[in-house]
């Protein structure tokens, strides 16, 4: 392996990966960010970053690992509401406890109501 051309960044805080990612954003493209970092099954790092004066309008997001006939995949769901995002993840985290396809379908159809938030399929192969 050419460790030469290896580009690599190691684990960093939430703050850390907040200023890293606006700083490509703004210096590379001369565009304001929005940056929605994700955990797995947990808004704790958005929640936490919004309590910093840099960083109020961090979306409530997460990558929800989602059991489903066998396998796991990952659903970046981005932009929770506010009022209702810790309902959501209590409902989220049930699901994932004790997955049932009806269930499913009730959720992923809750989340796509709000236009406001965005599903996406995360590294899908």
Do not use: C
């Not at 200023?19 to 929005?34: D, F, N, P, T, V």
């Amino acid at each position: 392996m050419d460790f030469e051309r290896a580009y690599w960044t190691p684990p960093v805080t939430p703050r850390q990966a907040l200023a890293l990612e606006a700083k490509q954003i703004e210096e590379a493209l001369g565009l304001s960010s929005i940056i929605s970092l994700t955990d797995h099954d947990t808004i704790e790092a958005p929640s936490l970053l919004r309590l910093i004066p840099q960083a109020p309008s961090v979306p409530l997001s997460l990558e929800w690992s989602v059991p489903f006939r066998g396998t796991v995949f990952h659903l970046g769901i981005h932009n929770l509401p506010e009022g209702k995002a810790a309902g959501i993840m209590t409902d989220l985290a049930a699901y994932t406890l004790d997955p049932d396809n009806q269930r499913l379908t009730e959720l992923l159809s809750s989340l796509d109501q709000d236009p406001d938030v965005l599903i996406v399929f995360n590294h899908p192969l």
